[in-house]
Every structure is written in structure tokens, then in C-alpha cells.
Antibody
């Protein structure tokens, strides 16, 4: 079955850029909406944005000026970049697959990767 | 942004109890409402999509209902493995937004 795996640095310095990659295995990246979601320690879920396999993107306006999501269909990967990070960006970051047939419900998730912003 | 408000924020229940969680949207989202279960230290799991459709592999004791602005998630007979935090999410329009979560604890 389809599995997602996040990868990237666990520690980022304030004002630097956060970059994470999600590798899709066991299936194709085509025909789905690929999202990034984050969860600060002890808090709820925040949708960061998605990329459709064609490259079309949609971002949360709360992060829009700092976030970009890209896809590499040849590698079955998609990535997120968040610029100028602060301590408020410390969170567990998840990648997930959204299916329009499920009203965009996210039916496959990565295990999550913890990112800490600290000097 | 569409605000999603869940109630209660937490509840205590016993094994075998019927549990109902409510989610209210700040405007109509028709049936674009999903429910997730998250256990401690784990990724969320999709339980219900399109307000009332049971995701494959999810036990039938979970059910969802509602449309427009008011939705419910019901667990007909709470099992030990159901103690977790539950989130609703609207995908009617971006930014997709989640409720604040409802923590279901053992009584």
C-alpha cells in the first residue's frame, strides 16, 4: 500500500529556511492532492498547503508569503520550504495524500517529523 | 477562513458508552467535512469523509452525520482503542481548516 515518509533537518536556526521532503512509495504521485500539515507541541492541526501532481498549488494565507511546495514526479517526492522561521514554526510536520473522491479527505499520512527552531 | 468549532473539548467516558462529538462550521460547507482520530505520538487517521462516509477499514461503530454547518461524530460503543483525540476538518474551501480537537479520555 501507499506509504509516505518525511525527511529533513530536525533543527533549524531562527531566520533560516526549513526544507522537508515527502517520499511516496508503493504508488504513484499522480491524481492526488499532496498536503503538508503541522502540529505545534500540545496543539491542534494546521494545514500548510497542497500541491496537485500537475504542479498546481494552494497555500494557507497565514503562511503564504513564506511557504512554497514543489513536486518531483520523477522521484515520487514533494517538498515544502518555509522561509524566515521563528520559534512559532516549531512543530511536528506531516505530509499527507488528499483524494478528491473522498472530498479531499487525507487518507494516507506520513509518520511526521519534528522540527525545532532554535539557535 | 472558515472556523470549525468542536464540542466538547474533552470528555470522559467508559468502555461501552455511546459518545457524540459535535463540529460546527462558521458558514455552510455542504458535506465537505472529514473526521480524524489521532492517538498520542501518531499521525491522524481518516475515519469519516464527506460527513457520513466510513473510510475503508474503519469499524462500523463510528458514524458521521450532518450537512451545512452542523455535524456529529458518534461512537456507538466505545472501545479501549478509541481513547484518542478527534478532529473535524472542512475541505469546502481553502484554507482547509480543522477544529481544535476533542480528547476522549477514560472515565
Amino acid at each position: 500500500q501507499v506509504q509516505l515518509q518525511e525527511s529533513g533537518p530536525g533543527l533549524v536556526k531562527p531566520s533560516e529556511n526549513l526544507s522537508l521532503t515527502c517520499t511516496v512509495s508503493g504508488g504513484s504521485i499522480s491524481s492526488y492532492y499532496w498536503s503538508w500539515i503541522r502540529q505545534p507541541p500540545g496543539k491542534g492541526l494546521e494545514w500548510i498547503g497542497y500541491i496537485y501532481y500537475t504542479g498546481s498549488t494552494n497555500y494557507n494565507p497565514s503562511l503564504k508569503s513564506r511557504v512554497s511546495i514543489s513536486v518531483d514526479t520523477s522521484k515520487n517526492q514533494f517538498s515544502v520550504k518555509l522561509s524566515s522561521v521563528t520559534a512559532a514554526d516549531t512543530a511536528v510536520y506531516y505530509c499527507a495524500r488528499g483524494d478528491s473522491g473522498y472530498y479531499y479527505g487525507m487518507d494516507v499520512w506520513g509518520q511526521g517529523t519534528t522540527v525545532t527552531v532554535s539557535s | 477562513d472558515i472556523q470549525m468549532t468542536q464540542s466538547p473539548s474533552s470528555l470522559s467516558a467508559s468502555v461501552g458508552d455511546r459518545v457524540t462529538i459535535t463540529c460546527r462550521a462558521s458558514q455552510s460547507i455542504t458535506s465537505y467535512l472529514n473526521w480524524y482520530q489521532q492517538k498520542r505520538g501518531k499521525a491522524p487517521k481518516l475515519l469519516i469523509y464527506a460527513a457520513s462516509s466510513l473510510q475503508s477499514g474503519v469499524p462500523s461503530r463510528f458514524s458521521g452525520s450532518g450537512s451545512g454547518t452542523d455535524f456529529t461524530l458518534t461512537i456507538s460503543s466505545l472501545q479501549p482503542e478509541d481513547f484518542a483525540t478527534y478532529y473535524c476538518q472542512q475541505t469546502y474551501t481553502t484554507p482547509w481548516t480543522f477544529g481544535q480537537g476533542t480528547k476522549v479520555e477514560i472515565k
